[in-house]
């Protein structure tokens, strides 16, 4: 048996894994506990271990895993908790910076909106559900058919609780306070969307800050160099900017990215283009006079996509000076075709209907 626990990177998700593991050791026997995001790493694991049962922990589960937990009728957790305080769980432990956890809960904010409509999810809220955990496990072992008694699963609770393993810590605003405006600025770009609609709210738009981009040096860097000052364009056609590397929701998307150019950088030509494991969209500009830049671009996500998406700026051709800017990239997601006029239009343009007109 494959049990998948999918949710945000915090300690709600962290303490759901731990109780669907302990579940499924006292119903199962041996059970290994996996922590993937793609069809292929779940092959690899199940082929290096030989276990018999798995717990498979997701925080980014790729397009392929949704499709295939969607057409394979399979119960699941989906663990939704306030993106903030997902951040604040992350980004507080040892080893992982602000920009780097934005990152990862962005990516798995995207990821759980398509994971907490399918319809064999169990959806957990933090919110609600981590103020009773014994409630909570209960939920669990009824959705995942576990059959176990009530006993064992208050057991398994209570030993979590011994071990330090809880659902919720107490709310605190001061590590969100102690943060300096940029870093708010960066977060509430990133995440604002989510926060909003998984509290009930509209789905709004989304903001990536040039700290979450990188710039290709010539010859490359060591390290990874984020995209906080202008690239010297100087040498070889190459990729300039590129990043952030997060997930976005499946649908048609329109991104606004924002550049400035110095003069003799305007005097260029650039590609710029949106891409997730292959080419989404690319437009070619060539800012000539203007100093400031603004490049619109549209592509569409498609639900089988695994990888996070970036946007990237090329030069065209080598460069003997000049210098490029990233101020930001703004998304927006469009809202679907209504039903009754996707229906209209299919019926009408059909080649049925052509042959009856």
Not at 43 to 62: K, L, W
Not at 193 to 211: P, S
Request: hydrophobic share 45%.
């Amino acid at each position: 048996m494959i049990f998948f626990s999918i949710g945000l990177p915090g300690r709600f998700a962290e303490w759901c894994d731990a109780v669907i593991f302990r579940l499924a050791q006292r119903a199962l026997g041996p059970v290994e506990l996996i922590s993937l995001n793609t069809l292929d790493e779940l092959a690899f694991a199940m082929i290096r271990t030989g276990a018999p049962h798995f717990v498979v922990c997701s925080r980014q589960p790729g397009g392929g895993v949704q499709t295939a937990l969607a057409r394979a009728a399979r119960r699941f957790i989906a663990v939704l908790e306030d993106p903030s305080a997902a951040l604040r769980d992350l980004a507080t432990q040892p080893g992982v910076d602000l920009i780097a956890a934005t990152r990862a809960v962005a990516s798995s904010c995207a990821s759980m909106m398509s994971c907490a409509s399918m319809p064999e999810a169990l959806v957990l809220n933090g919110r609600r559900c981590g103020h009773d955990p014994v409630a909570t496990a209960r939920l669990i072992t009824h959705h995942l058919e576990l059959g176990l008694a009530d006993a064992d699963i208050q057991n398994v609770v209570s030993t979590l609780a011994g071990e330090g393993v809880v659902p919720v810590q107490a709310e605190d605003d001061a590590w969100w306070v102690g943060l300096e405006e940029p870093q708010q600025a960066l977060v509430n770009g990133a995440l604002g969307a989510y926060i909003d609609y998984f509290a009930g709210g509209d789905f709004g738009n989304i903001t990536w800050e040039r700290h979450l981009f990188f710039i290709f040096e010539d010859p490359p860097a060591r390290d990874s160099v984020p995209a906080t000052r202008p690239v010297d364009i100087t040498g070889r056609m190459r990729c300039l900017l590129y990043g952030p590397f997060i997930n976005l929701p499946p649908g048609s998307w329109s991104a606004r990215v924002v550049l400035g150019f110095s003069s003799d950088a305007a005097a260029m030509t650039y590609i710029v283009e949106a891409f997730a494991g292959s080419q989404l969209n690319h437009v070619r500009i060539q800012p000539a006079t203007e100093r400031i830049f603004e490049v619109d671009l549209h592509f569409s996500i498609d639900a089988s996509v695994d990888d996070p998406v970036q946007i990237r700026i090329y030069s065209e051709r080598a460069a003997f000076d000049g210098r490029l800017a990233l101020g930001y990239v703004a998304l927006t997601r469009h809202a679907k075709v209504r039903t009754d006029a996707h229906l209209y239009l299919t019926t009408m343009l059909g080649d049925k209907h052509e042959e009856a007109v």
